[in-house]
């Protein structure tokens, strides 16, 4: 006589779970929780020259995290050899796990994300991302001017920048920072703050003055981050480098 088929259940009712699925165990009691399964540990490499530069504000965020990492500052001599393996044939180059990637706004954003300084939602992504990116623009026009190589055109250059390029941008990264409860987005500490921070002596390095000694709300900004203890612990021991 065939087996006698096992009736299915009724409607509502929940099927029993199949011998060896997860919940399933002898006696009918449930199955103990699963152990949390352990963080997965990234291995970081930076690459750059011996200088602060484009590279320091990802510095500033690696130590803002307690990230451990390789800090490997490429030689002028080492460089030549280097250049080929990386993936536009230009540093700051981050390795993770293995893989290389470039653009240093967009690893400065992969690393504002690993150690909690992004926004909660997309529209907050958006401010702060409007403000890195005017911080970068602002960089570039001064880059421009800074690495001229025609003396004459230079001086022209310089006319402009100092009177009209420079004064608009800090005085409306300024009042940014008096709308947002002393920040630059979102009135909390964001990777806008830190990238700032962290691009400032460079920027500097290039006009050959302080920028901010006019904007104390700006400055205000930079003394914030370089206080945090992970950062202040950073700038002192990081290698004393002129730009």
Request: net charge negative.
């Given at each position: ?7 299915p259940?009724?409607e ?12 399933a ?14 963080p ?8 750059y ?18 990230q ?5 500052r ?19 180059v981050l ?9 240093s706004i ?16 997309p ?5 702060i ?41 800090l005085?409306?990264?300024e ?8 920040h ?19 920027m ?11 904007y ?12 945090l203890?992970?950062i202040?612990?950073?700038?002192e ?7």
């Amino acid at each position: 006589m065939a087996d006698e088929a096992q009736a299915p259940p009724a409607e509502g009712e929940a099927p029993p779970p199949a011998e060896g699925a997860e919940g399933a165990v002898e006696g009918g009691e449930p199955a103990p929780p699963a152990e949390p399964a352990e963080p997965i540990k990234h291995s970081y490499t930076l690459f750059y020259f011996n200088v602060k530069a484009l590279a320091e504000p990802l510095r500033y965020l690696f130590a803002y995290g307690n990230q451990e990492y390789e800090d490997v500052r490429v030689t002028r001599d080492e460089w030549p050899a280097l250049k080929p393996t990386m993936p536009m044939g230009q540093m700051p180059v981050l390795e993770v796990d293995g893989k290389r990637v470039h653009q240093s706004i967009s690893m400065a954003r992969f690393l504002a994300k690993t150690v909690g300084l992004c926004g909660a939602t997309p529209w907050e992504d958006l401010q702060i991302d409007i403000v890195v990116d005017t911080i970068n623009d602002f960089r570039l026009k001064i880059a421009v001017v800074s690495y001229e190589p025609e003396d004459e055109i230079k001086e022209k250059k310089l006319v402009t920048l100092n009177a009209e390029v420079i004064p608009f941008y800090l005085e409306k990264l300024e009042q940014t920072v008096k709308d947002n409860d002393g920040h630059l987005a979102l009135g909390k500490l964001t990777w806008a703050d830190v990238y700032f921070a962290g691009i400032t002596d460079y920027m500097n390095y290039m006009v050959k003055r302080d920028l901010l000694e006019p904007y104390p709300a700006l400055r205000g900004v930079v003394d914030a981050v370089n206080a945090l203890e992970p950062i202040k612990a950073w700038i002192e021991k990081r290698p004393v480098t002129e730009v």
